[in-house]
């Protein structure tokens, strides 16, 4: 169904900036790059599908079935998101609140050009019919210059981010998180807040670049699909399937980065014993380990990696690995349903979570929360969480990120609220 050429190559940084900058071209864009930070389980350095041959997009009546179809026929390379509204596919739930965005609640779509990087190699997967444009495109893409410097933003496109609430709303509105935490009804839920700008243009791949500068993180993705984009600098896998192996890498925990080594790893020491980020991430690795038990092999259900501490250009963070064997005959769409939306996300017990977040927050979550990812012709996959990104409608001039945090019953409102003023800290940069 594809052709296949590998090419070596002699500068594979310059090239990537090449390769993401000749994408523009199309309507359909999916960049995945790793940032050479493979945690673990990597399989690329940076994946590009561009161009839709085939696509799927849908509300989530039905989504997952229409997901699981569409994969099972292309049997292809597919790209695309889960938003976290597919909950009200998996479970009787409702998402009611405001969305500025309007994103589809899922698309997927089967690319007509895939690129893919391993250190100096670079496979292009051409489907047959347009395999006679893989030597001019790699030509064409070899001598494109790409600027170093940016180009000044335009003043006048500049609005002011805008909180969806306020802090007082927000101290609230943990308060009553709280209560029904002491009341039994949840043990820990995960609760965000919206920041936006209304009526304003971006350069969404200029953004993206500077997102990416400031983060650098394990799954970033640049996804265009028609007027919806998404600039991410995610440092969290949902789900990955290799094999009969499924992998999930939940975070909980976080601590800010110093510039004085001494003391950043001296934060990183303290988050590590940090008991309040230690129950909030063993808390949700046991959802996670039930939520794979649906699907996985007897006994196969591992916790590879407890609350290890990793740090990225931003921040530190607190990560768990759980692996599992998936039972024979489960589709891998199943896979995905049977633990979607991921538990990082939601909360435990998880239905519950998902209900007190939609009474409390004040935005549909949309993409955000969600996932981002691919599927290969053998039914592997690999999602990351869509955390630490920027969504924008270009149709509707809206732009959109949202920031959170798990909350237990040792939450303290405001050292939640200067959490989420420290994630939301790469997304206010690029857009300020």
Same mark, same amino acid.
């Given at each position: 169904?594809?052709?296949?050429?590998?090419?070596?190559?002699?500068?594979?940084?310059?090239?990537?900036?090449?390769?993401?900058?000749?994408?523009?071209?199309?309507?359909?864009?999916?960049?995945?790059?790793?940032?050479?930070?493979?945690? +673990? #389980?990597?399989?690329?350095?940076?994946?590009?599908?561009?161009?839709?041959?085939?696509?799927?997009?849908? /509300?989530? #009546?039905?989504?997952?079935?229409?997901?699981?179809?569409?994969?099972?026929?292309?049997?292809?390379?597919?790209?695309?998101?889960?938003?976290?509204?597919?909950?009200? /596919?998996?479970?009787?739930?409702?998402?009611?609140?405001? %969305?500025?965005?309007?994103?589809?609640?899922?698309?997927?779509?089967?690319?007509?050009?895939?690129?893919?990087?391993?250190?100096?190699?670079?496979?292009?997967?051409?489907?047959?019919?347009?395999?006679?444009?893989?030597?001019? @495109?790699?030509?064409?893409?070899?001598?494109?210059?790409?600027? %170093?410097?940016?180009?000044?933003?335009?003043?006048?496109?500049?609005?002011?981010?805008?909180?969806?609430?306020?802090?007082?709303?927000?101290?609230?509105?943990? /308060?009553?998180?709280?209560?029904?935490?002491?009341?039994?009804?949840?043990?820990?839920?995960?609760?965000?807040?919206?920041?936006?700008? /209304?009526?304003?243009?971006?350069?969404?791949?200029?953004?993206?670049?500077?997102? +990416?500068?400031?983060?650098?993180?394990?799954?970033?993705?640049?996804?265009?699909?028609?007027? #919806?984009?998404?600039?991410?600098?995610?440092?969290?896998?949902?789900?990955?399937?290799?094999?009969?192996?499924?992998?999930?890498?939940?975070?909980?925990?976080?601590?800010?980065?110093?510039?004085?080594?001494?003391?950043?790893?001296?934060?990183?020491?303290?988050?590590?014993?940090?008991?309040?980020?230690?129950?909030?991430?063993?808390?949700?690795? @046991?959802?996670?380990?039930?939520?794979?038990?649906?699907?996985?092999?007897?006994?196969?259900?591992?916790? @590879?990696?407890?609350?290890?501490?990793?740090?990225?250009?931003?921040?530190?963070?607190?990560?768990?690995?759980?692996?599992?064997?998936?039972?024979?005959?489960?589709?891998?769409?199943?896979?995905?349903?049977?633990?979607?939306?991921?538990?990082?996300?939601?909360?435990?017990?998880?239905?519950?979570?998902?209900?007190?977040?939609?009474?409390?927050?004040?935005?549909?979550?949309?993409?955000?929360?969600?996932?981002?990812?691919?599927?290969?012709?053998?039914? @592997?996959?690999?999602?990351?969480?869509?955390?630490?990104?920027?969504?924008?409608?270009?149709?509707?001039?809206?732009?959109?990120?949202?920031?959170?945090?798990?909350?237990?019953?040792?939450?303290?409102?405001?050292?939640?609220?200067?959490?989420?003023?420290?994630?939301?800290?790469?997304?206010?940069?690029?857009?300020?």
């Amino acid at each position: 169904m594809r052709t296949t050429t590998i090419f070596t190559l002699k500068e594979p940084l310059r090239f990537k900036k090449q390769l993401l900058q000749w994408s523009k071209r199309f309507e359909e864009i999916a960049w995945l790059d790793s940032n050479n930070y493979h945690q +673990n #389980h990597g399989e690329f350095d940076a994946l590009l599908a561009v161009g839709a041959f085939t696509a799927v997009k849908t /509300d989530y #009546h039905q989504a997952f079935a229409k997901l699981q179809e569409y994969q099972q026929t292309t049997k292809d390379w597919i790209f695309g998101y889960l938003s976290y509204d597919l909950k009200n /596919d998996v479970e009787n739930l409702s998402s009611k609140n405001f %969305d500025g965005l309007a994103f589809p609640d899922l698309y997927f779509f089967q690319p007509q050009k895939l690129f893919l990087l391993k250190g100096d190699q670079l496979e292009m997967r051409y489907l047959r019919m347009l395999d006679d444009e893989i030597e001019e @495109d790699f030509s064409e893409i070899l001598n494109l210059s790409v600027a %170093d410097s940016h180009q000044p933003k335009r003043d006048d496109l500049k609005a002011k981010i805008q909180s969806r609430i306020s802090k007082e709303e927000y101290l609230q509105k943990l /308060d009553k998180m709280l209560a029904y935490i002491q009341r039994g009804d949840i043990y820990e839920a995960n609760f965000c807040q919206e920041f936006f700008v /209304d009526n304003r243009e971006i350069e969404p791949f200029e953004v993206f670049r500077d997102l +990416n500068e400031i983060s650098g993180p394990p799954f970033a993705t640049f996804l265009k699909l028609e007027e #919806h984009y998404l600039l991410s600098a995610s440092p969290e896998r949902y789900l990955k399937k290799i094999g009969s192996k499924l992998i999930s890498q939940p975070i909980k925990g976080t601590a800010r980065r110093s510039k004085n080594p001494e003391e950043d790893l001296q934060i990183a020491k303290e988050l590590s014993k940090d008991p309040k980020e230690q129950s909030e991430n063993v808390m949700i690795v @046991d959802l996670v380990r039930n939520d794979l038990s649906k699907i996985a092999k007897k006994a196969s259900v591992n916790v @590879d990696e407890l609350c290890k501490v990793y740090s990225f250009k931003q921040v530190h963070q607190m990560i768990s690995t759980i692996s599992a064997e998936i039972d024979n005959g489960i589709p891998p769409v199943e896979a995905l349903r049977a633990t979607f939306p991921m538990g990082s996300m939601t909360g435990a017990p998880k239905i519950s979570a998902m209900k007190i977040i939609e009474e409390l927050e004040e935005t549909k979550r949309g993409l955000y929360s969600g996932a981002v990812g691919y599927f290969t012709p053998e039914g @592997d996959f690999d999602f990351n969480v869509v955390i630490r990104s920027i969504l924008y409608n270009s149709n509707k001039k809206y732009v959109s990120f949202s920031v959170g945090g798990a909350i237990t019953a040792g939450s303290i409102p405001e050292k939640e609220y200067e959490e989420c003023l420290l994630k939301a800290l790469a997304m206010r940069k690029v857009l300020s």
